[in-house]
Structure formats: C-alpha cells, structure tokens
C-alpha cells in the first residue's frame, strides 16, 4: 500500500475503458500514479468508453494503449510498471455460450500473454479481477477454499485466467506476486448495459420493459464500484506471493428486492416481463469476506440504497439517447449479469 501510495508510481490498467476500469484509472490517478490504461474499445467511435474515460484522457499522468492484448507488444506496455491491474476481459455469463472463441482469447490467452510480459519486465505484482461465477450452484456463503465448480463458459475462463494467474506467482523463480479478486455482482454509475442493475433503473427512468430472468426470488450479493476499486487497490498491497480473495458487498439481496429499490430511488415503477431463468444462471451468490477482512483490511462502506441512489443520479444525468442503450427493448431471452 506505501508503494501505491507513492506519488509518480507507474500502475497499468488494463479493461481501462471498461466499467470497472475506468473508475479504477480515476482512483489511481487521485492517488498520485502514473497510469497506463489499456482498452481495445476505440476511443472514437464507441461511445462508452469516450463517456468512460472522458474525464481523464488529458490528464498529464494519463497514457493511453489501444489494442487488443492479444497482439499489443506487451511487454512495452508493462515496462517500469510496479503493479498490473488486469480486468480486460469479455465479461457475461449467458453470451459465453455462443461466443466463446473470444471468450478464451481475452479471458484466458491474454491473460497468460500479460503473466509473460510481466515477468519478463520483472513486475512485482499483478492484481487479477476474477468473479463470484467461478463458484457455480452454491447454497451456502461462497469461501475462497471451496471447490470452484463453474457453470457457465465465462466462469470457466475467468477460473482459468485466476489459475494460470496463480501459477505463474507460484513458480520457484517467480518474483511476481499475484492476488485475484473474485467481484460479487458489481454495480454503481457506468455499469454495464447488459447488467440488471443498470437495466432496472434505466427500465425505472424511461418507462421501457425490464425482463427479469427468473421468478425474482434469486438472490446476489451486490458490490458498489468504489468498494471493489478501494480493494483493489489494496491487493496491490497485499503481501503474499499468490492470494485469492473475495470482494462483496456484505449482503445478498433478491432480484424482487432490488426492484422494490428501484422503484423507491426513481419514485417510478419498473415495468417487468419474466422469462425463464437462463443456463449458467445460479440461484443465489453471497460471499464469505473473512479472507478480505484479514489480507485488505476490507469492509465495504456502500449500502444498496444509498449505491442505487447514487447510481440512479448517475443515470439522470445521461443524454435519452445514452439512457436508452441501457434499456434494451423486451427480450425473451438475453444477456445476463456476469458474476
Ligand atoms: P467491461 O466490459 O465494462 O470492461 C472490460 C473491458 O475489457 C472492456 O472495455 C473491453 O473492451 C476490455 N477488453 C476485453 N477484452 C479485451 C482484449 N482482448 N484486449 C483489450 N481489452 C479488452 O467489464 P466490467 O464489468 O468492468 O468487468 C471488469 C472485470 O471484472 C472483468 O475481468 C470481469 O470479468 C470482472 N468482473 C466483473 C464483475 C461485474 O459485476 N461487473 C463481476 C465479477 C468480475
């Protein structure tokens, strides 16, 4: 954490134009480093990652690498860096069942490409965004020693990016440290599209169907952006050659629950279609944060109201075009949330 900490430090970010990311760069950037953000989404023509990293592409301590990690020169874009954080990847549970090429490509390909330029450059730590879908069909509070049994494509790949994470910190003449952070339903302004949180809402503020996947009693532990950032900042810091820990948000909620939510935070209700939950859909996720408590010190400080509050406001302040990409029309089968 004192090395984070430290003005000038060199960070990269990878996924930088992404949800997460993005807020990522932010903190970093508030924190005195140097960041490099790396993102194959084109700054000019994709209106999302312009609105993402609107605010920071002439910030003097901002450098910007567009490409897709699979063929950057990565060990370029890694030089001089004292910390990696790696969240590129194509996230989403139901899609992973169509297009899955990519899915090993940027979860797992890249992931080993990044691992190699690192040692190569001799980069003392890497800090991994893995997810809560490694787990699969849990009943009980998730722990990071579980069996992880995946079921879905995405959480196979993202188990498989944390493992070959794991390996490379684990080999004899490592000197890379890695922590993976398996995230719990991440939501707060800029979530993605395809996610119920930001679906929800949108369906609240524009009068469109939300399509809810399930009968509403499935339940998920929901993670404010700027809790998983503070943890994932402080992994940076954390002191062990190879670490898996859990990031949530302290409670799971049911999906009728978040609705209810909505509909207090807009003052609007939320107009539902229900369909069929969905293959790779889990019942329920909830975390057990002892492991983040003792490695990261981690309480997370953001309930759901006052997140979906601050989401919401958010929301407002898109243009009807913008808010509209959030409220996909009526589906009868479509994207999930990644977990
Ligand atoms: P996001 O899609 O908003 O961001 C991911 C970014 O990675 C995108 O900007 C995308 O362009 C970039 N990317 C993907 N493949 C790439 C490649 N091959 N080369 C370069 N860039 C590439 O997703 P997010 O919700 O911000 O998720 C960030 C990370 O956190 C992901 O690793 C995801 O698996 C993980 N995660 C997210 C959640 C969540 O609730 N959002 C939960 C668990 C885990």
Redesign the pocket.
Not at 38 to 41: A, F, G, N, S
Not at 87 to 91: H, I, Q, T, W
Not at 129 to 133: D, G, I, R, V
Not at 183 to 187: A, D, E, H, N, W
């Given at each position: 954490m004192t090395g984070i900490a430290a003005p000038g430090t060199k960070v990269a970010v990878?996924?930088a134009?992404?949800?997460?990311?993005s807020h990522l760069v932010e903190a970093l950037l508030g924190r005195g480093c140097e960041v490099v953000g790396?993102?194959?989404?084109s700054l000019r023509s994709q209106t999302l990652?312009r609105l993402h990293l609107g605010d920071v592409l002439d910030h003097p301590r901002f450098s910007w690498v567009e490409?897709?990690?699979?063929d950057l020169n990565l060990n370029e874009v890694v030089d001089g860096c004292m910390y990696v954080f790696h969240?590129?990847?194509?996230?989403g549970v139901r899609s992973s069942w169509t297009g899955f090429e990519d899915y090993i490509?940027?979860?797992v390909v890249?992931t080993e490409r990044l691992l190699r330029a690192c040692r190569e450059a001799g980069t003392p730590k890497l800090v991994f965004?893995?997810?809560?879908?490694v787990y699969g069909m849990v009943d009980t509070l998730s722990a990071e020693n579980d069996v992880a049994m995946p079921v879905s494509p995405y959480g196979v790949t993202?188990l498989a990016g944390e493992q070959i994470c794991l390996a490379y910190a684990k080999r004899p003449d490592s000197r890379l440290s890695v922590t993976a952070l398996r995230?719990?339903?991440?939501?707060g302004p800029r979530?993605?599209p395809d996610?119920a949180i930001a679906r929800i809402l949108a369906a609240a503020l524009t009068g469109e169907q939300y399509t809810i996947f399930g009968d509403g009693t499935e339940r998920r532990e929901f993670t404010y952006v700027d809790d998983v950032v503070e943890a994932t900042i402080a992994a940076a810091g954390v002191d062990v050659p190879a670490a898996v820990i859990n990031i949530g948000g302290g409670s799971s909620v049911s999906m009728i629950d978040v609705i209810g939510l909505a509909r207090e935070v807009t003052g609007n209700p939320v107009p539902l279609t229900a369909v069929p939950a969905q293959p790779g859909d889990v019942r329920a996720t909830a975390a057990n944060l002892s492991m983040a408590r003792l490695l990261l010190g981690y309480q997370p400080r953001t309930d759901l109201r006052t997140g979906m509050t601050r989401h919401a406001g958010w929301m407002r302040g898109l243009t009807p075009h913008l808010l509209r990409t959030y409220a996909p029309p009526p589906m009868i089968t479509g994207p999930k949330?990644?977990?």
């Open positions: 990878t996924g134009a992404g949800f997460i990311g790396i993102d194959r989404r990652a490409g897709d990690l699979t969240l590129a990847a194509v996230p490509a940027s979860n890249a965004a893995s997810s809560s879908s993202k995230y719990f339903t991440v939501y979530q993605r996610m949330e990644a977990t």
